[in-house]
Each structure stands twice: as structure tokens, then as C-alpha cells.
């Protein structure tokens, strides 16, 4: 076991590449109906912690953007795709977005909240950022995709992220990536808090001698 504190830990592109896909086994339930949202809510808030993240329609012309079509949010066991292009951000999402009691986390949240704000303005609250836990566990990689490799193993697919997520329906590639994104900030940070990560067994430390090698050869 590692007991130095001078290391860090970063997943290689390769062995990211060669890990098992994730597959997310959970319930979704595609909220695009505005008289779904509060009983959706009513059911996070039952949630001691949720997995939060969004996804924008990918602009591929100069100057185009576009609004925050899909906000995921999951639970233990399920997962709630709010279709924000259909709906739009309600008063109930607005109240439970700034609620410090409900515990949400993500990665990137500035990202997130910069992107939401084309919808309205709200003050975000309860939120965790994961991308600070995971430096106090000497992760360096900043993408979900990495630190779910260097926890878990596993390889969360990225094949959907270009996608139009304001389609009339959703397809089951789409719900799945958006389901297994939030889940996974969620699970990521299960993980940590239970203790069930010990970065000094990591096989994917990297030492300042290490580091000094790879810039060497």
C-alpha cells in the first residue's frame, strides 16, 4: 500500500478504452408533460442524495446555441428525464433546483447552471461538485468518464452525447446515456463517502517519479 500523500491518480486513455461498458439497469421515466413534474419531484425528495446532469442539442453552425433540452435525475434505483425543451423549467423545478435540503450532485455544475439560465434565472442551491470531492482522493482526471473508470472499472459509453436530445421522442440509446450520466455522479459519490474507494490501492497511481520518466523518454 501506498502511504506516500505525493501522488496522483490519472486513467490512460488506453485502459479506458479496454474496460467493460456500463449498462444501467434502473427505471427511467421520461417526464415531457408539465402535470408530471411535482409527483416526479415528490418522489426525488424521498431521495436522501440524487445524480444530477443535463444535455443540450449539439450546435454544429457558428454562432448557433441552444437551450438545456434534457435534465437527468436519479436516485438509488431510477431515474427522471425532465424534457425541459417541452416542458420548460417550472416553478417546481426552479424551487427544488435552489433547495440547500435536497442533495444533488454533479460534474461541471457551472457548465450545467450556465446552460439552465437560458431557460431562467434561479439561484442554485444543495449542490456538490464533484470534480472538487474527487481531488481530495488524489484524482486528478476531471471527466466522468475517467473517474467512473477509476473507481468502478467500468467504461461509461459517450456515443450518444452528440445526439439530438430535442428528437419528438427520445430512443432507448438516448434515455440510457442520460440515465447512466447522472446515475453515475451519484454512484461515484456513494462510493467515496461509504469509504469503498482507498486511493493508495489504485492501480492507476502516478508518482512524481513516474511523471518525471514519461516526460524523459
Not at 473507481?151 to 452525447?161: A, D, E, M, P, V
Request: proline share 4%; with cysteine; hydrophobic share 40%.
Amino acid at each position: 500500500m501506498l502511504t506516500n500523500t505525493d501522488y496522483s491518480i490519472a486513467l490512460p486513455k488506453q485502459q479506458l478504452a479496454e474496460m467493460p461498458t456500463v449498462v444501467y439497469d434502473g427505471h427511467i421515466t421520461v417526464v415531457d408533460k408539465v402535470e408530471m413534474i411535482a409527483p416526479a419531484i415528490a418522489a426525488l425528495r424521498r431521495e436522501p442524495v440524487v445524480g444530477f446532469d443535463t444535455e443540450t442539442k449539439p450546435a454544429f453552425k457558428k454562432g448557433q446555441s441552444h437551450k438545456v433540452a434534457l435534465m437527468q435525475v436519479a436516485g438509488a434505483d431510477s431515474c427522471f428525464l425532465f424534457r425541459l425543451n417541452m416542458t420548460g423549467l417550472t416553478d417546481e423545478l426552479v424551487e427544488w433546483l435552489s433547495d440547500e435540503s435536497c442533495l444533488k450532485v454533479g460534474l461541471s455544475l457551472k457548465d450545467d447552471f450556465l446552460m439552465l439560465h437560458k431557460h431562467r434565472e434561479f439561484e442554485p442551491q444543495g449542490f456538490i461538485e464533484l470534480q472538487s470531492m474527487v481531488r481530495g482522493y488524489h484524482i486528478t482526471d476531471a471527466s466522468l468518464q475517467k473517474i467512473f473508470g477509476i473507481i468502478f472499472g467500468k467504461r461509461i459509453s459517450k456515443g450518444q452525447r452528440l445526439s439530438n436530445w430535442e428528437a419528438e421522442s427520445l430512443g432507448a440509446g438516448q434515455m440510457s446515456y442520460a440515465a447512466i450520466d447522472a446515475w453515475a455522479c451519484l454512484a461515484i459519490y456513494n462510493c467515496l463517502q461509504s469509504g469503498g474507494f482507498n486511493p493508495a490501492v489504485s492501480p492507476y497511481i502516478v508518482t512524481p517519479e513516474a511523471d518525471g520518466q514519461l516526460s524523459a523518454s
